[in-house]
T-cell receptor, first 117, second 111 residues
Framework: DAGVTQSPTHLIKTRGQQVTLRCSPKSGHDTVSWYQQALGQGPQFIFQYYEEEERQRGNFPDRFSGHQFPNYSSELNVNALLLGDSALYLC????????????????FGDGTRLSIL | GQSLEQPSEVTAVEGAIVQINCTYQTSGFYGLSWYQQHDGGAPTFLSYNALDGLEETGRFSSFLSRSDSYGYLLLQELQMKDSASYFCAVRPANRDDKIIFGKGTRLHILP
């Protein structure tokens, strides 16, 4: 039973560039959430995808966008990268079948470590 | 606003018991979750309290008191592998019901 997988594991970019991060949810899960985790901080919610649509969004600028595919996998895109975007980007999957108030535990991937030079 | 407060660091001895507290300010929420994260690893789900009281899962227990806006994670028979960061998280019960994580508590285990 494959867990949540993310790619790549590490990435180095320069300011102004664009990046795409990928996530495959745990088998049987249909909801994908993305988080940004700065060093020494808790994960900060970016957005959540369910049924190929963005269901909720945190306090992140429009430079952060995403997509969910019919197989439930997801991408996170960040444009015009800033130094402050350097962080661990985590993907978490869960079951969203009970609606937006689902309290199913989230299963996290190992994350993508993004460094901006 | 909505926020979760946790101690930044806690130190305990191998074999002992340690309690990690989480206090929150939110008008209402669906439940309190706890996650463990080892250095360089992914957060892993530990427990969830939907109702007030104690939930026990092996060496780990979690408690919630909505009236006191307070919860804690209790770790018993501490092992060196328990050295990690521990995060509490809630999903507010309002239109802005995005999951909020605390900043985490770094647990140091001494031999």
């Amino acid at each position: 039973d494959a867990g949540v997988t993310q790619s790549p594991t590490h990435l180095i970019k320069t300011r102004g560039q664009q990046v795409t991060l990928r996530c495959s949810p745990k088998s049987g899960h249909d909801t994908v959430s993305w988080y940004q985790q700065a060093l020494g901080q808790g994960p900060q919610f970016i957005f959540q995808y369910y049924e190929e649509e963005e269901r909720q969004r945190g306090n992140f600028p429009d430079r952060f966008s995403g997509h969910q595919f019919p197989n439930y996998s997801s991408e996170l895109n960040v444009n015009a990268l800033l130094l402050g975007d350097s962080a661990l980007y985590l993907c978490a999957s869960s079951l969203g079948g009970t609606g937006q108030y689902s309290n199913q535990p989230q299963h996290f991937g190992d994350g993508t470590r993004l460094s901006i030079l | 606003g909505q926020s979760l407060e946790q101690p930044s660091e806690v130190t305990a001895v191998e074999g002992a018991i340690v309690q990690i507290n989480c206090t929150y300010q939110t008008s209402g929420f669906y439940g309190l979750s706890w996650y463990q994260q080892h250095d360089g690893g992914a957060p892993t789900f530990l427990s969830y309290n939907a109702l007030d009281g104690l939930e026990e899962t092996g060496r780990f227990s979690s408690f919630l008191s909505r009236s006191d806006s307070y919860g804690y994670l209790l770790l018993q028979e501490l092992q060196m592998k328990d050295s990690a960061s521990y995060f509490c998280a809630v999903r507010p019960a309002n239109r802005d019901d995005k999951i909020i994580f605390g900043k985490g508590t770094r647990l140091h285990i001494l031999p």
